[in-house]
C-alpha cells in the first residue's frame, strides 16, 4: 500500500502516488491551493448582491486569517 501507516510518505505525496498508479495525470487533477479561495471570493460576491437585492440586512466580520463572515441581525 502506497503510503500507509509507518510508510513514512506525507498524504499528499501517497495521494499523488495512488493518482498515478490509477492511470491519471496528476498535474491535470490536482487542485490548486488557491482555486477553493478564488470560488470563495467570486461565491461571496454573488451572495453580497443577493443579499442586498432581497433586502437582507448583515455585516461582514473578518479574521487575521480567513475571509469575511456573515451576520445577519439575528447574529445567526
Same mark, same amino acid.
Given at each position: 500500500m502506497v503510503g500507509g501507516e509507518g510508510s /513514512?510518505?506525507? =498524504?499528499?505525496y501517497a495521494a @499523488?502516488?495512488?493518482v498515478i498508479k490509477a492511470g491519471?495525470?496528476?498535474e491535470n487533477i490536482r487542485e490548486d491551493r488557491y482555486q477553493s479561495s @478564488? +470560488? /470563495?471570493l467570486i461565491f461571496e460576491k454573488i451572495l453580497d448582491e443577493l443579499l442586498k437585492e432581497i433586502g437582507i440586512h448583515y455585516k461582514k466580520y473578518s479574521h487575521k486569517q480567513w475571509n469575511? =463572515? +456573515?451576520l445577519s441581525n439575528n447574529n445567526v
Amino acid at each position: 500500500m502506497v503510503g500507509g501507516e509507518g510508510s /513514512g510518505l506525507s =498524504d499528499c505525496y501517497a495521494a @499523488r502516488e495512488v493518482v498515478i498508479k490509477a492511470g491519471f495525470n496528476y498535474e491535470n487533477i490536482r487542485e490548486d491551493r488557491y482555486q477553493s479561495s @478564488r +470560488y /470563495g471570493l467570486i461565491f461571496e460576491k454573488i451572495l453580497d448582491e443577493l443579499l442586498k437585492e432581497i433586502g437582507i440586512h448583515y455585516k461582514k466580520y473578518s479574521h487575521k486569517q480567513w475571509n469575511p =463572515d +456573515y451576520l445577519s441581525n439575528n447574529n445567526v
